[in-house]
């Protein structure tokens, strides 16, 4: 089993960045691809973010794309989300989540067993 803790949410203005972390405990954290999702009020869990175990490969969801970047560092065991020019549509919880062994290529929740409390991001207009 693995924990995930995540940290760095908060209020910024349009156009402001965040970067969220996300602490890994348990586990390989090297043998876990990661991912970033958010839910807005009354929206389901969407994926934002994912990224392999090697780092070589990096998955996003196409409302962010070019604006965040998802990174690991596995001698921390530690995922990043950095978000950059930060849209009012980006305010939700962000949660972390693993995947053991997965390629980091799935966007469906139901393929990460382990998630985060969450984060929550709010970016006002």
């Known amino acids: 089993q693995v924990q995930l803790v995540e940290s760095g949410g908060g209020l910024v203005q349009a156009g402001g960045s965040l970067r969220l972390s996300c602490a890994a405990s348990?586990?390989?954290?090297?043998?876990?691809?990661m991912g970033w999702f958010r839910q807005a009020p009354g929206k389901e869990r969407e994926f934002v973010s994912s990224i392999s175990w090697s780092r070589s490969n990096t998955y996003y969801a196409d409302s962010v794309k070019g604006r965040f970047t998802i990174s690991r560092d596995n001698a921390k065991n530690t995922v990043y989300l950095q978000m950059n020019n930060l849209k009012p549509e980006d305010t939700a919880v962000y949660y972390c989540a693993a995947n053991l062994y997965g390629s980091g290529r799935s966007r469906d929740v139901n393929a990460y067993e382990y998630w985060g409390q969450g984060t929550q991001v709010t970016v006002s207009s």
């Open positions: 348990g586990r390989t954290f090297s043998n876990y691809a």
